[in-house]
């Protein structure tokens, strides 16, 4: 009764909602402009009614298909149900709530690739063993490279083309190797392996589960991607690192505008910012901001 309800509140509340509540083309999404066309002056009682009778047959047909079980009709409930939220697309952000992290982060010294005793690779240092490597020699954090797939998924790796670099090769050999990550999803990402044996690029989220298996914090770097900008990737990330109950800080090579657009989003998400040595830039501190 409550996605029923849900759907004749839809009919009842204002005409101005620009949120597709049935399949595109619908009769409700049409009635969602900006301008209320159905009671515009100068037009005539066939225009104004027509989309009415669409609308009812539509809202007919979807209370049917609940009676009967159809998954269109449930589809259409939900969606219905959901108006004004993004549908499939959770809101991850929380502004405002601090991450803990800070210089307290580099104590003991940030793992990088190129550590003593370590191999001299970025696919080994953004591994679950790097990580182990990184905790049983003591240090207090270690650097995380993020770049994001194509399906929208941060992954742990350095390499916008990982196939060039550090042995990367796909057994499947479908992809080319100049295949950069931000044009393969996630499953083709996780795909590939490595001749070294021990590296294979993860889900950013699975890796922070390892920093909190081995008690060490992360330095997340953000690699140069635009979508490290925006409200949902940066908010996603945050979330993920809340939920492991690790401490992080994000960092980013300073690239001109859109780096500084990613530190703001990550301090507006409760990071602890920096920027990294690089591009011709020294490291600079911005801390949690304002």
């Known amino acids: 009764m409550n996605i029923i309800s849900a759907s004749l509140n839809v009919i009842a509340g204002p ?16 009635l969602g402009s900006t301008s209320c066309p159905l009671f515009s002056a100068g037009q005539g009682l066939e ?3 027509n989309p009415i009778i669409e609308m009812t047959v539509e809202l007919m047909n979807l209370l049917t298909g609940l009676m009967l079980g159809s998954p269109g009709g449930l589809t259409a409930a939900r969606a219905a149900a959901n108006l004004g939220q993004p549908v ?5 952000s929380h502004p405002g709530a601090r991450i803990q992290g800070g210089p307290a982060l580099y104590k003991h010294g940030m793992f990088h690739k190129g550590a003593k005793g370590a191999p001299d690779t970025y696919a080994f240092e953004n591994s679950p063993a790097g990580i182990k490597f990184a905790a049983d020699h003591g240090f207090s954090s270690i650097d995380i490279d993020m770049q994001i797939t194509k399906d929208g998924v941060p992954v742990a790796t350095h390499w916008s083309e990982p196939m060039k670099k550090d042995g990367f090769y796909d057994p499947e050999h479908k ?26 690029i993860l889900p950013l989220s699975t890796m922070l589960a390892e920093l909190k298996k081995h008690n060490i914090a992360g330095d997340l770097e953000a690699k140069n991607d635009p979508r490290f900008a925006t409200d949902h990737m940066m908010g996603q990330i945050a979330d993920m690192v809340r939920k492991a109950g690790i401490q992080a800080n994000l960092k980013t ?3 001109g505008p859109q780096s500084m657009a990613v530190i703001k989003q990550a301090q507006k998400q409760g990071f602890w910012t920096r920027t990294a040595h690089g591009n011709g830039h020294d490291r600079q501190v911005f801390g949690y901001g304002g």
């Open 47 to 49: 225009a104004r009614m």
């Open 15 to 30: 005409l101005t909602s620009s949120t597709p509540i049935l399949e595109p083309g619908g009769s409700l999404e049409r």
């Open 88 to 92: 499939g697309n959770k809101d991850f």
């Open 253 to 255: 090579i300073n690239y």
């Open 175 to 200: 992809l080319s190797p100049g295949t950069k990550v931000s044009q393969m999803t996630l499953a083709e990402v996780t795909r590939l392996r490595n001749k070294d044996g021990r590296s294979q």
